[in-house]
C-alpha cells in the first residue's frame, strides 16, 4: 500500500539554528512529492514540490528539500530557522499521473525556542 | 494565489443533529473538490472526492449515506455531517486543485472545527 512516513512527531530547535525534517515514501513508483504547512486557523500552505529534475527543490520561505531515490526520502531543510517557522509541517505523496489525490505523512509539530 | 473558503470555521452541535460544512473557490473554478477529516495529532485522510454535476467518490470505509457530499457549481462544494454523533467531531478540510492540470498545485481551506456533544 501505499504510504508516507514522517518519523518525527515533534521537533524543538532554537531560533537561527538549521532544522531538517525527515519523510519517507512507499510507493510502486516514484511519486510526486509535496511539504506542506499547516498554522492555526490557515489552510495548508504549499511550501515546494517535486515532480522530476533536479533533485534538490527550492521553495518559500526559505525552505528546501531533497529527493533522494535510493532512500525513498524527501526531507525538508532551512539553514536558519525563524520563529514564525513554527507549525505543523506535513510531507504529501501523488501517485505519477495527477497530483490531485494526495497521501499525507502523520505530520512534524516545530517548536521554534527563542 | 488562488484561495479557497470554508463555512463555518467552527461549529458545535447536539448528537443527532446534521451539520452542513462548505468549501468555495474564490477566484478559480474547480470541477473537482477534495474533503479531508484530520484528527489530533494525526494526518489528514481523505474521504471523498467531489466531482462537479456528478456523484461524489468515497474512500473505502466512508460512509457515504453519513457523508453527504454536493457539488452544485464550479465554486462550491459542501460536506453533510448527518446524524452528527461525538465519534464524528473531528477538523474537516478541503481542498480544490487548480485549472493548470493534472500537476497543479491543491488549494486547502483553512478547515472546520466540528464538535459534537
Known amino acids: 500500500a501505499q504510504s508516507v512516513t514522517q518519523p518525527d512527531i515533534h521537533i524543538t530547535v532554537s531560533e537561527g539554528a538549521s532544522l531538517e525534517l525527515r519523510c519517507n515514501y512507499s510507493?510502486?513508483?516514484?511519486?510526486?512529492l509535496f511539504w506542506y504547512v499547516q498554522s492555526p486557523g490557515q489552510g495548508l500552505q504549499l511550501l515546494l514540490k517535486y515532480f522530476s529534475g533536479d533533485t534538490l527543490v527550492q521553495g518559500i520561505k526559505g525552505f528546501e528539500a531533497e529527493f533522494k531515490r535510493s532512500q525513498s526520502s524527501f526531507n525538508l531543510r532551512k539553514p536558519s530557522v525563524h520563529w514564525s517557522d513554527a507549525a505543523e509541517y506535513f510531507c504529501a505523496a501523488a501517485g505519477r499521473g495527477s497530483a490531485r489525490q494526495l497521501t499525507f505523512g502523520s505530520g512534524t509539530q516545530l517548536t521554534v525556542l527563542p | 494565489g488562488a484561495v479557497v473558503s470554508q463555512h463555518p470555521s467552527r461549529v458545535i452541535c447536539k448528537s443527532g443533529t446534521s451539520v452542513k460544512i462548505e468549501c468555495r473557490s474564490l477566484?478559480?473554478?474547480?470541477?473537482?473538490m477534495f474533503w479531508y477529516r484530520q484528527f489530533p495529532k494525526q494526518s489528514l485522510m481523505l474521504m471523498a472526492t467531489s466531482n462537479e454535476g456528478s456523484k461524489a467518490t468515497y474512500e473505502q470505509g466512508v460512509e457515504k449515506d453519513k457523508f453527504l457530499i454536493n457539488h452544485a457549481s464550479l465554486t462550491l462544494s459542501t460536506l453533510t455531517v448527518t446524524s452528527a454523533h461525538p465519534e464524528d467531531s473531528s477538523f474537516y478540510i478541503c481542498s480544490a486543485p487548480g485549472s493548470g492540470g493534472p500537476t497543479d498545485t491543491q488549494y486547502f481551506g483553512p478547515g472546520t472545527r466540528l464538535t459534537v456533544l
Open positions: 477566484d478559480f473554478q474547480a470541477t473537482t
Open positions: 510507493y510502486g513508483a516514484t511519486p510526486y
